[in-house]
């Protein structure tokens, strides 16, 4: 069981990406705005906001009430908002640099949401120099090529989740990610940052999801089904020596409230215990003279 608080992207940090962020025309304290009207913030921002009343006019949207609704990151910032549900989508290629810090160590990298047939992550220098790669591939077969006929027959499967551990440090370094596809490519969370060991999962995790759709059935038996998101759920337990009590109990007490990834396994086979939110309950027992167990109940982000 490893956790990841993820590192925020800033304008600083992003030193280059191909996708234009030009979902609206920027917005102007000069301009007059009608209601429904939708404009963009970019340095510091990079939100879309539309207008909610006619005349709007020198009102900033990101500091004043009652002029504005924020409706979302732009589409070359989605991928960075580290929020579920946004998705950053271009044609064919998706190519981000991101300045790596000197003093925030990154060694894991998840994509979540992705969309595309590969990933290639490099480690480059002032230069352009590639230090360091790994190509993931972000589509499998069926049923993980359960036999022959699985392997020359099903269509290939999207994966929801891809991580690379142990991304080695450089000094000056950059972390570049190219995703590339046939037609429509998209990335919903880039998240890096350092992954932290806490445990051995055991055998026996359950996985599953809160769904937020609703459903009523009228006197007359129709039922009327209003699709929404939904949220994943991972309970397990993990194994970890006496001496981590203390230091496992702080860290999963720090981030009760922060969003981070949790990483119940690294195997592609089981992509689906990589989960982005928050840690809903957690209870440590020091069962055995061996170690002790905690049992994790981690709550997806929508």
């Not at 046939?182 to 992954?195: E, M, R, Y």
Request: hydrophobic share 40%; glycine share 8%.
């Amino acid at each position: 069981m490893k956790m990841m608080p993820p590192i925020q992207v800033t304008d600083s940090s992003l030193t280059s990406s191909s996708v234009a962020e030009a979902d609206h025309a920027a917005w102007s304290s000069g301009v007059t705005y009608a209601t429904g009207d939708k404009v963009i913030l970019t340095t510091g921002y990079h939100r879309i906001y539309e207008s909610l009343t006619d005349g709007n006019t020198g009102n900033n949207p990101a500091t004043t009430t009652g002029y504005w609704v924020d409706i979302g990151p732009t589409n070359r910032w989605a991928m960075f908002d580290l929020a579920v549900g946004t998705v950053t989508e271009d044609t064919d290629e998706i190519e981000v640099v991101i300045a790596l810090s000197n003093v925030e160590y990154a060694n894991c990298l998840a994509l979540l949401d992705v969309v595309g047939d590969i990933a290639l992550l490099e480690i480059i220098d002032d230069e352009e120099n590639v230090l360091w790669s790994r190509e993931l591939e972000l589509k499998t077969f069926g049923l993980s090529g359960a036999d022959w006929y699985w392997y020359f027959f099903s269509d290939l499967e999207q994966l929801d989740s891809v991580i690379a551990m142990d991304i080695p440090r450089f000094y000056d370094s950059s972390l570049r990610v190219t995703i590339t596809g046939t037609g429509t490519v998209g990335c919903g969370t880039l998240a890096f940052g350092q992954a932290e060991d806490i445990g051995i999962t055991e055998w026996g995790p359950r996985l599953g999801l809160h769904s937020y759709s609703t459903k009523e059935t009228d006197p007359y038996g129709v039922t009327t089904v209003v699709s929404r998101g939904y949220s994943k759920v991972m309970e397990c337990d993990f194994f970890f020596p006496h001496a981590w009590v203390r230091q496992v109990f702080r860290k999963l007490a720090e981030v009760r409230d922060t969003p981070v990834l949790w990483i119940g396994s690294d195997e592609p086979l089981f992509d689906v215990m990589i989960v982005y939110g928050f840690a809903k309950n957690f209870e440590i027992t020091l069962r055995t003279p061996r170690g002790s167990w905690c049992a994790l109940e981690v709550e997806g982000l929508v």
